[in-house]
Antibody, heavy 119, light 111 residues
């Protein structure tokens, strides 16, 4: 069974940093593109970042470019998102989501981890 | 950015009755490889999103056949043939042809 389990959320200070993790199991992680998607409280879904299977291609939404860094460790079947220069508008549940090479975007999602930015 | 516009934003439906959600994009979603990367997601209350339909009309594994997707170019529709109680939640369309953008979401509730 495919599982994606996020962790690392919590309270962050404005201007501060947090590191999110996503532990994958039940599939060959190194073969799959991965993403982060977030959802502010009571709001819709917003794609945040993309990383190819070998980490050679990375994209960010304009709203986080220069502040967030996506990475992965295929040996550990783990995906990461480093959040820096946090802003109140970064408050959201952050989901990791897998792309399937056959069926396309976001075929599997984790349960999410909540990031709250407040002083 | 490609803007995805869903309607209605709120959809009260009687159990057993059909439901339909429209999604319109500000540009054609046909990619250079011939595919149209338009997908539909369901988010039940308190749960993570779940993909229902990929590339316009393909149901994901385990998705009941009362869900169907159709459309082309810039106009797409998600239909539920007979709404059940477990269908309550928010439905999002998403395009992956020009970067990635989601619709605002349509909240389905039982009348």
């Amino acid at each position: 069974e495919v599982q994606l389990v996020e962790s690392g959320g919590g309270l962050g200070q404005p201007g501060g940093s947090l590191r999110l993790s996503c532990a994958a199991s039940g599939f060959t992680f190194s073969n799959y593109v991965m993403n982060w998607v977030r959802q502010a409280p009571g709001k819709g879904l917003e794609w945040v970042s993309y990383i190819s299977s070998s980490s050679d291609t990375i994209f960010y939404a304009d709203s986080v470019k220069g502040r967030f860094t996506i990475s992965r460790d295929n040996a550990k079947s783990s995906l990461y998102l480093q959040l820096t220069s946090l802003r109140a508008e970064d408050t959201a549940v952050y989901y990791c989501a897998r792309d399937c090479p056959v069926t396309s975007h976001f075929d599997q999602w984790g349960q999410g981890t909540l990031v709250t930015v407040s002083s | 950015d490609v803007v995805m516009t869903q309607s209605p934003l709120s959809l009260p439906v009687t159990l057993g009755q059909p439901a339909s959600i429209s999604c319109r994009s500000s540009q054609s979603l046909v990619y250079s490889d011939g595919n149209t990367y338009l997908h539909w997601f369901q988010q039940r209350p308190g749960q993570s999103p779940r993909r229902l339909i990929y590339k316009i009309s393909n149901r994901d594994s385990g998705v009941p056949d009362r869900f169907s997707g159709s459309g082309s170019g810039t106009d797409f529709t998600l239909k539920i043939s007979r709404v059940e109680a477990e269908d309550v939640g928010v439905y999002y369309c998403m395009q992956g042809t020009h970067w990635i953008t989601f619709g605002q979401g349509t909240r389905l509730e039982i009348k």
